[in-house]
């Protein structure tokens, strides 16, 4: 046996918790079941994961977090123009949020449910997002691309503004005729406000 | 005993409806219910509904209808310009839905189930919903206050952008601090980019 296999590490067992939850559904899924996956003991689990809650949140931070790393990329990307970034930005969010929902629909179901769970998570997530997005409007400004007296305010807006096409709850709209027609509508008119000197 | 009490219309089969629809819920909700509320057998209320599903849809309808009203006359009220209307509009609608969701959550509840079911209904008082936001927003263009190619395009993706404030799945963030203050960011930012210059 390689050592790789046997050191039981955070990122294996959240493999195999992962792996449990598209088997078993949220609702079912116990540490027991982890740790019988892993061949180990539930006491080992509960060494890296103190609670059966903190081992759920670790779970959806990571499915959360990964799709991260393409917009990260985006928002550091400084040879794309201020409204590109934006505007790739927000597309691969969608398509991050589309392709998780369709490829894996049992998955995707259960990180709703674990999402709404864990709360915390969530918004730190949010904020997260809105802080990528509050960047690349300040990059905007600050190149006279963008008009907008505060950022942050207008970042928030945009999240919100788009929500049809990252919210979860609207997952069934997303491989609707016409889906990337609205999006690519609606970004066309925030970008116009962005844009737009005030009033 | 008075004629007006007497003579079985429509309206007093639906507001029957919603009344045991507010007492059963949508799950348990008979027709046979409805009759009983009124005094008259089940036939009777099948004289003016055929279908059980008949009902619910029309008791939706009549629902959605009623929140309309005032809409219908922003959007025909000429003497406030455009973007006075639009922005009283959006507001008049996030206002309509979160007193709707506050002062009655069970059967906002309830109508969220049967807004659900009856596909058509929700899909026409959208296109309705949407028809109206269009109309303005040509007179936006007629006056010069907005330079949008396809008011029909804008209209949709206005109505898109604002779900967070109408849509009955975010109810439970309408009454959260900042959700005013959020609102009226989005609307900024939304009439910014429909008084815009093409790029």
Redesign the interface.
């Known amino acids: 046996m390689s050592p790789t296999t046997e050191i039981l590490t955070a990122e294996r067992i959240l493999e195999a918790t992962e792996e449990v939850l598209r088997r078993h559904g949220p609702a079912k899924a116990t540490v027991v079941d982890v740790a019988r996956a892993l061949g180990v003991s539930h006491g080992s689990v509960y060494r890296h994961f103190r609670t059966k809650a903190a081992l759920r949140e670790a779970v959806t931070k990571r499915w959360l977090d990964r799709m991260f790393v393409t917009l990260t990329a985006i928002t550091a990307d400084e040879s794309r123009a201020p409204e590109t970034r934006l505007r790739d930005w927000l597309a691969a969010l969608f398509e991050a949020k589309r392709r998780k929902a369709g490829d894996d629909p049992e998955l995707f179901a259960t990180y709703m449910v674990l999402t709404a769970e864990a709360g915390d998570v969530a918004f730190e997530h949010i904020a997260d997002l809105t802080g990528q997005l509050t960047r690349i409007i300040e990059a905007g400004v600050a190149s006279g691309d963008f008009t907008?007296p505060d950022p942050r305010?207008?970042a928030?807006?945009?999240f919100?503004?788009?929500?049809?096409f990252h919210d979860p709850?609207?997952h069934r709209v997303w491989e609707r005729p016409g889906a990337q027609e609205?999006f690519t509508?609606?970004v066309?008119?925030?970008?116009?406000?962005?844009?737009?000197p005030?009033?």
């Not at 919100?160 to 049809?164: E, L, S, V």
Request: net charge neutral; glycine share 12%.
């Open positions: 907008v305010t207008s928030v807006a945009v919100h503004a788009t929500g049809r709850g609207y609205d509508a609606l066309d008119l925030l970008l116009a406000g962005l844009r737009a005030a009033a």
